[in-house]
């Protein structure tokens, strides 16, 4: 670069060193204005709630007792806490296994496609990206009614999928696979482009099959992405709430209630926000275990790449 | 690489085929209903078409004009959102990535640590807080808690990390200052992974269902989803076509993106491989 010769930078070396240092030092002002909105909508509020889960505030900001450990000696004896922390836990186990299997399998499929991957993408990751108000309002009035709904119209079945107690969960997790998995598929989709072509030219060469190819190469080389996506599935399926309060409302009999939704009952509907508070920490402190397993996934994942 | 053409992979197809069908039935099926008169929507056997096809539907949801004020809130907050998001972001990650200051270390751990908590389990601290500033019901309630991502700083940090330095050292000497060579050279630099994120961010946000549920409860200031869940609740003497009609309306904006962007929202997800349900 010539005009780098003719530029202040001529200067000598020390003051070079030092205008340096200025800018290093500026460098502060650049994280300024994010830390600012990370201080008051994330790090006060998580100080903000631990306060709160120690007191008897409500939703109108009254009443506003310390009341020590009492909204969390009150949420472990109380049933309803117990039952929705059940049907979030039994919600998760019941909807991660598929969602990553199936993911697996759709990735596998489209992977080995060589025709028209748009429209495995756009079928299989386009309900990904509708609003869980869609997904809900869709499943609940046109695909599970009796009757006219599609599935029992079109197979003549009689199921009552979101009015029988011991068919809810399994319709809200059939609702949320359809909705959900082609985030898996994707990610699976782009590992399985990352594996190294020659491997299976190396393999093809030793005579492996492709059920052999499948099981010594494929698979091993995805096992960090499927550590990954198990660990993010779990974090997500814990946090559900929309399409269960949308389509069930967290019945019938609170057989699909999962946490966030008895947080939400008891704070913002019973107005009782001090023990909403305790209750949801209950599962942030769950979902802290697991993340915390997440980040060394992710931190190894950034180191590999 | 050629693939030559095999009975396997006609199988494949095949397979792949009915499950695409399957994945799709529910979409069609809104789409076919939306597109029936009202008094055939429940009729049975089931039928894909009714005995014409009608937009009335689509007329009507759209002549109430609750639908419409819904996707602007939605656009306007999923903008300012993404980008305030980015922007932050970006300044920020560059300022851990590429500068030095007192505190650095401390401060980017402060900030990662924040990848574990979950906004589900602040609604209730949240809202008093928007409650306390007088937020609620505006557009900077909806607005203002979804900006800090920390998430998206550290996509942005990892990427800016492996900028090569000569790349800047040429525009210092030059006398440029850093807030040039950000805006001037990084910035545009990182286009591929800024779309990515943008798009990322303008997806979860649109989106975002319970947070904007909690500090919306005025019809004027609700987003589509909040906007269309009152419509599930309040639908007593139902009208099936016009419920589809809008759940199409509103859940078009997005496969167009999607049809649009498909490269960066692949991108995307695979870069920042974390997202709420």
């Known amino acids: 670069m010539t005009t780098a010769v003719a530029a202040p930078a001529a200067a000598p070396p020390a003051a070079e060193a030092k205008v340096r240092h200025a800018w290093t030092q500026h460098g502060l002002l650049f994280v300024v204005p994010f830390l600012a909105v990370y201080l008051a909508f994330l790090v006060w509020p998580v100080v903000l709630g631990v306060r709160m889960s120690l007191s008897s505030v409500n939703i109108a900001g009254t009443n506003d007792r310390f009341v020590g450990f009492g909204n969390y000696a009150e949420a472990f004896g109380d049933p309803r806490m117990w039952r929705s922390l059940w049907n979030t836990l039994v919600f998760t186990a019941l909807s991660t296994v598929p969602l990553v299997l199936l993911g697996l399998a759709l990735a596998l499929l489209v992977h080995h496609l060589r025709f028209v991957q748009w429209l495995w993408r756009l079928s299989f990751f386009g309900p990904f990206l509708l609003p869980s108000a869609v997904v809900s309002l869709l499943w609940l009035q046109m695909i599970y009614p009796p009757g006219y709904g599609l599935i029992n119209g079109t197979f003549g079945l009689d199921v009552l999928w979101l009015g029988d107690p011991s068919v809810a969960m399994w319709s809200v997790v059939l609702t949320t696979v359809w909705w959900t998995v082609g985030f898996n598929f994707l990610l699976y989709l782009a590992a399985l482009q990352s594996i190294p072509h020659h491997l299976y030219e190396a393999a093809a060469l030793d005579g492996a099959g492709a059920w052999a190819r499948l099981r010594s190469i494929t698979l091993p080389m995805l096992g960090r992405t499927t550590a990954l996506i198990v660990v993010l599935q779990l974090l997500a399926s814990l946090k559900v709430f929309d399409q269960i309060y949308l389509m069930t409302g967290g019945g019938p009999q609170d057989s699909t209630r999962p946490i966030i939704e008895y947080a939400y009952d008891v704070g913002f509907t019973g107005y009782r926000i001090g023990y909403a508070s305790a209750v949801s920490y209950i599962l942030f402190a769950i979902i802290v275990v697991v993340s915390l397993a997440q980040l060394r996934l992710f931190r190894k994942r950034a180191e590999d790449s | ?277």
């Not at chain 2, 999607?258 to 974390?274: D, E, N, Y």
Request: glycine residues 6%.
């Open chain 2, 1 to 277: 690489m050629t693939k030559r053409f095999r009975p396997g992979q006609l199988a494949l197809l095949l397979v792949a085929l009915v499950l695409a069908a399957v994945w799709l039935a529910p979409i069609a099926w809104a789409v076919a209903t939306s597109l029936k008169p009202e008094t055939e929507t429940t009729k049975l056997p089931l039928e894909w078409f009714g005995s014409e096809l009608t937009l009335d539907a689509y007329r009507l949801v759209l002549g109430t004009g609750d639908i419409v004020t819904w996707a602007i809130n939605s656009t306007v907050t999923a903008v300012l959102v993404t980008f305030l998001t980015v922007l932050l972001s970006a300044m920020a990650a560059y300022g851990f990535a590429r500068t030095h200051f007192r505190g650095r270390r401390a401060l980017l751990a402060l900030i990662l640590a924040g990848i574990m908590v979950p906004p589900q389990v602040l609604m209730a601290p949240l809202f008093a807080e928007m409650v306390a500033l007088g937020l609620v019901d505006t557009w900077w309630a909806i607005v203002l808690p979804q900006v800090a991502a920390p998430l998206i700083l550290y996509v942005l940090f990892k990427f800016f990390q492996d900028v090569p330095p000569e790349l800047e050292q040429a525009a210092f000497v030059d006398g440029a200052g850093r807030w040039r060579v950000f805006f001037t050279i990084v910035l545009p630099l990182s286009r591929p992974v800024l779309a990515a994120v943008s798009i990322f961010t303008f997806i979860t946000t649109w989106n975002n269902f319970l947070w904007p549920f909690l500090v919306s409860t005025d019809p004027n200031t609700m987003t589509l989803p909040v906007g269309l869940a009152n419509v599930v609740q309040g639908t007593f003497g139902l009208r099936y076509a016009q419920i589809m009609a809008s759940v199409v309306l509103a859940g078009l904006p997005l496969l167009v993106v999607f049809v649009l962007f498909q490269r960066q929202i692949v991108r995307g997800v695979a870069h920042t491989g974390l997202a709420g349900q």
